[in-house]
């Protein structure tokens, strides 16, 4: 398939935009929209998606990643699964890995939760990342939007993108429930030992 002529200059704005949240919109995009609501503060998302044509590698990461309580958004779907974090914030001691993945001590039973929804914030932010950059690579029509300068709107397509793929992980979340009963405390539920 021939690179229509928008591509190039996508691709050249991508570049010239840099490689962190602080001066690309596109990852300040991700950043926003599936790290930030969860409370993440980070000095920047960083992303090189077109070096894995050369290289293999074209992951993402945070600089300085930490978990700020009072940023998070109370009003989303998470929140109840932070409560626990929220309600006694001197008992639990919160880290935020440079992919989003939270690491919470002591663990009790609720913390599996709310480190899942760090997990997959991260995983959503990386979806968009590279769906972003992949649409603008295969010359896909919504790119146009981004070489025209227009980076809400391109923001908005990628978005509803990946909204469209279905969620694999909510069918393996639920078939391990009794594997994660079972990893709980570090031992194996009564009811999840073999008979």
């Known amino acids: 398939m021939p690179i229509e002529t928008y591509s190039e200059p996508a691709i050249a704005r991508w570049l010239a935009l840099g490689v ?4 690309h919109p596109v990852l300040r995009d991700a950043f926003k929209c599936y790290l930030e609501p969860l409370g993440i503060e980070a000095a920047w998302l960083e992303a090189e998606p ?5 290289s293999g590698f074209g992951d993402w990461w945070l600089r300085d990643a930490n978990w700020n309580p009072a940023r998070f958004d109370r009003n989303q779907p998470a929140a109840d699964d932070f409560e626990f974090l ?3 914030l001197g008992r639990f001691r919160v880290e935020v890995g440079s992919q989003g ?3 919470i001590r002591p663990e009790t039973e609720e913390t599996w939760a709310a480190v899942r929804h760090g997990i997959r914030a991260g995983q959503n932010a990386e979806a968009f990342i590279h769906i972003a950059a992949g649409l603008i690579l ?5 790119a146009k939007s981004f070489a025209a300068g227009d980076d809400d709107a391109f923001c908005a397509l990628v978005r509803a993108r990946l909204a469209e793929i279905p969620p694999e992980g909510a069918v393996e979340m639920a078939a391990n429930k009794v594997g994660t009963m079972v990893c709980l405390n570090g031992h194996e539920s009564p009811a999840a030992k073999a008979p």
């Open 86 to 88: 929220l309600a006694d």
């Open 20 to 23: 962190t949240s602080r001066t």
């Open 138 to 142: 295969v010359g896909d029509p919504d």
């Open 101 to 103: 993945a939270f690491s």
């Open 50 to 54: 077109f070096s894995a044509l050369e």
